[in-house]
């Protein structure tokens, strides 16, 4: 596991951002052979959208070739809602660049079969070899995607009950009213997430903390579904300062001291 600490979200991001769009560039994608790239909602990864929109604008990346899967969507919301995962991806990346419309892919939480949609999205990932890349955030509780605590550790995408704790917390997206706020969503599981080729995660903020320690520093645990990723070949996490407060000082030390030999600035 590497993990890369900054000093500030801003600094996350625009690491976050470079680092995928080497990626791509460095994969130069075609129609036959694109670039699959796995991503996130929330407002983890809104800043790093941000810096991947303006260094397309600048003309350092094209979307042209990369194919996107997305985590999650809520069950039975209309995908024009405002708080769909359809209308977020929109407003905040898909719009803004070239990506073509039959490269992007949402589960679909209005289908006549969610198990059959569910199923269908896994085996789309997999004809197209898998997802090169899979970025994403974690919440306070360290849940990646809607594997909220006590998920399966090799969970596929599924419909998951959301917990009353989720609930709650995005009420905030719907008028402050948990009664506006879907109860069930469908999600990639904790198990499709490890199959990507890398997994890239935004970790930011003093209220990610404990989050963050469970998953560096403690036990693999299905209690901190993302604590998985310690057993992924090629994970990274991207943090701030103040997402890192509750890790022990000598593992806070022993990262960034590796991120200077990577850099080329460390002991000679």
């Known amino acids: 596991m590497r993990i890369v600490?900054?000093?500030?979200?801003?600094?996350?991001?625009?690491?976050?951002?470079?680092?995928?769009?080497e990626k791509i560039n460095a994969a130069n994608p075609t129609t036959d052979n694109p670039f699959i790239l796995g991503l996130p909602t929330g407002s983890s990864p809104v800043m790093a959208y941000k810096e991947m929109i303006k260094r397309h604008q600048q003309g350092e990346v094209s979307f042209k070739n990369v194919v996107t899967f997305n985590m999650d969507e809520y069950v039975?919301?209309?995908?024009?809602?405002?708080?769909?995962?359809?209308?977020?991806?929109?407003?905040?990346?898909?719009?803004?660049?070239?990506?073509?419309?039959?490269n992007i892919n949402i589960l679909n939480g209005n289908?006549?079969?969610?198990?059959?949609?569910?199923?269908?999205?896994?085996d789309?990932?997999?004809?197209?070899?898998?997802?090169d890349l899979f970025l994403g955030g974690i919440g306070p509780d360290g849940h990646i995607a809607f594997n909220e605590p006590g998920s399966s550790l090799v969970s596929r995408t599924r419909?998951?009950?959301?917990?009353?704790?989720?609930?709650?917390?995005?009420?905030?997206?719907?008028?402050?009213?948990?009664?506006?706020?879907?109860?069930?969503?469908?999600?990639?599981?904790?198990g499709t997430v490890m199959d990507a080729k890398e997994v890239l995660l935004i970790i930011t903020g003093y209220n990610k903390a404990r989050a963050l320690?469970?998953?560096?520093?403690?036990?693999?645990?299905?209690?901190?579904?993302?604590?998985?990723?310690?057993?992924?070949?090629?994970?990274?996490?991207?943090?701030?300062?103040?997402a890192t407060m509750e890790l022990q000082a000598q593992t806070v030390k022993y990262f960034k001291e590796i991120e200077e030999v990577i850099l080329g600035n460390g002991p000679k």
Not at 219 to 241: E, F, K, P, Y
């Open 5 to 21: 600490i900054k000093p500030e979200q801003q600094e996350v991001a625009a690491w976050t951002a470079n680092y995928i769009i």
């Open 76 to 102: 039975g919301l209309d995908e024009h809602h405002p708080q769909s995962y359809h209308a977020f991806m929109h407003d905040h990346l898909f719009d803004h660049i070239d990506i073509p419309k039959e």
């Open 111 to 122: 289908a006549a079969d969610l198990a059959v949609e569910c199923q269908r999205y896994e």
């Open 124 to 131: 789309k990932m997999k004809s197209y070899g898998g997802i």
């Open 159 to 190: 419909v998951k009950s959301l917990n009353y704790d989720t609930i709650v917390a995005n009420a905030r997206f719907f008028d402050n009213d948990v009664t506006k706020v879907p109860t069930t969503a469908l999600t990639v599981g904790v």
């Open 213 to 242: 320690r469970e998953v560096v520093e403690g036990g693999i645990n299905h209690m901190w579904t993302v604590s998985m990723l310690q057993m992924h070949q090629h994970a990274i996490l991207a943090c701030d300062d103040h």
